[in-house]
């Protein structure tokens, strides 16, 4: 059987990537269009037990599954994923990562085959409920993506590609510069400006999508897989400009390489077959003391 998260990511990413890559900005008027018809409560700042000092719950899922046509990718997923850290999914192939990943922004509105039940929530609200507009929804929720994909312009007018869109008014100047600076990129960039972004090696090439998904102030940044086509030295400066982004940002981060995750990562969600979300805890202790047998055994290299 084709495995039914590997089956559908070029499907996605194929016909998405471009207006995922600028958080689709196309279609609304982002001065007046808010998330969803009314605001979005967001709670209070404690976190899921209520206790004082915890991070508050971003992004969360009730009883998720997500079916491509009769093939059923994730199975009854629930997840509270914490403010301003990095979560880290593993698993191995076809586990349903990437699909999890792909519903936080509504990506797979875009794969005709695939159908969403159960929550997926922002902030508290089901992202899925018929008054949440998806453009303004990517607005907030970044996306980069496995391969690095700058548009055909210059450096700059790729940075300031969402901001044009959306028709944000403001000193541009002021808010590349503070991208490129926040993607660990200004210093290698700022007399090359009109350079074209396709000149850039291709760790600076992430590197600038990073800071073009990140020029519109989300509050949530995906990352699939956004160092697995780059070299070691490419690799580590994407590794400490997560760790970095998290100071800002809730960054939530697909990787099929445990040690990275084990880098990088506070909290780490592990998938196994059949899409089924087995443990999600602690980075250190899913590393060192897991709840679960089949998690120790897929940490230990005995399958995946």
């Given at each position: 059987?084709?495995?039914?998260?590997?089956?559908?990511?070029?499907?996605?990413t194929?016909?998405?990537?471009?207006s995922?890559?600028?958080?689709?900005?196309?279609?609304?008027?982002p001065?007046?269009?808010?998330l969803?018809?009314?605001?979005?409560?967001?709670?209070?700042?404690?976190?899921p037990?209520?206790?004082?000092?915890?991070?508050?719950?971003?992004?969360?899922?009730?009883d998720?599954?997500?079916?491509y046509?009769?093939?059923?990718?994730?199975?009854?997923v629930?997840?509270?994923?914490?403010?301003?850290?990095?979560?880290?999914?593993?698993?191995?192939?076809?586990?349903?990562?990437?699909?999890?990943?792909?519903?936080?922004?509504?990506?797979?509105?875009l794969?005709?085959?695939?159908?969403?039940?159960?929550?997926?929530l922002?902030?508290?609200?089901?992202?899925?409920?018929?008054?949440?507009?998806?453009?303004?929804?990517?607005?907030?929720?970044?996306m980069?993506?496995?391969?690095?994909?700058?548009?055909p312009?210059?450096?700059?007018?790729n940075?300031?590609?969402?901001?044009?869109?959306?028709g944000?008014?403001?000193?541009?100047?002021?808010?590349?510069?503070?991208?490129?600076?926040r993607?660990?990129?200004?210093?290698?960039?700022?007399?090359q400006?009109?350079?074209?972004?396709?000149?850039?090696?291709?760790?600076q090439q992430?590197?600038?999508?990073?800071?073009?998904?990140i020029?519109p102030?989300?509050?949530?940044?995906?990352?699939?897989?956004?160092?697995?086509?780059?070299?070691?030295?490419?690799?580590?400066?994407?590794?400490?400009?997560?760790?970095?982004l998290?100071?800002?940002?809730?960054?939530?981060?697909?990787?099929?390489?445990?040690?990275?995750?084990?880098?990088?990562?506070?909290?780490?969600?592990?998938?196994?077959?059949?899409?089924?979300?087995?443990?999600?805890?602690?980075?250190e202790?899913?590393?060192?003391?897991?709840?679960?047998?089949?998690?120790?055994?897929?940490?230990?290299?005995?399958?995946?």
């Amino acid at each position: 059987m084709t495995d039914p998260d590997s089956r559908t990511d070029n499907q996605a990413t194929d016909g998405g990537q471009e207006s995922l890559a600028s958080n689709d900005l196309e279609g609304s008027d982002p001065t007046t269009e808010p998330l969803v018809d009314s605001s979005i409560d967001v709670g209070d700042s404690t976190g899921p037990s209520g206790d004082e000092g915890e991070s508050r719950t971003v992004i969360g899922s009730r009883d998720l599954d997500v079916f491509y046509d009769d093939v059923q990718a994730l199975q009854s997923v629930d997840i509270e994923i914490p403010a301003e850290q990095v979560t880290a999914i593993i698993g191995p192939s076809g586990c349903g990562k990437s699909t999890f990943l792909r519903c936080i922004n509504r990506m797979n509105d875009l794969v005709d085959a695939a159908r969403v039940d159960g929550e997926l929530l922002f902030e508290g609200k089901n992202v899925y409920d018929d008054d949440v507009d998806p453009v303004v929804l990517r607005r907030k929720i970044g996306m980069v993506f496995q391969t690095p994909n700058p548009f055909p312009k210059s450096i700059y007018d790729n940075v300031t590609y969402g901001l044009d869109v959306q028709g944000v008014d403001g000193d541009y100047d002021e808010i590349v510069e503070n991208a490129l600076r926040r993607a660990a990129l200004w210093d290698e960039v700022k007399d090359q400006l009109d350079s074209s972004g396709l000149d850039l090696s291709g760790g600076q090439q992430q590197r600038l999508c990073i800071a073009r998904a990140i020029a519109p102030d989300p509050d949530v940044i995906l990352m699939d897989e956004p160092a697995s086509a780059l070299d070691p030295v490419a690799t580590s400066k994407i590794e400490d400009l997560i760790e970095d982004l998290a100071e800002e940002y809730t960054v939530i981060i697909v990787t099929h390489n445990m040690q990275q995750a084990a880098r990088i990562s506070d909290k780490t969600a592990v998938f196994l077959t059949g899409g089924e979300l087995v443990e999600f805890d602690d980075t250190e202790k899913i590393f060192e003391n897991p709840e679960h047998d089949r998690v120790e055994d897929y940490i230990t290299g005995k399958f995946g």
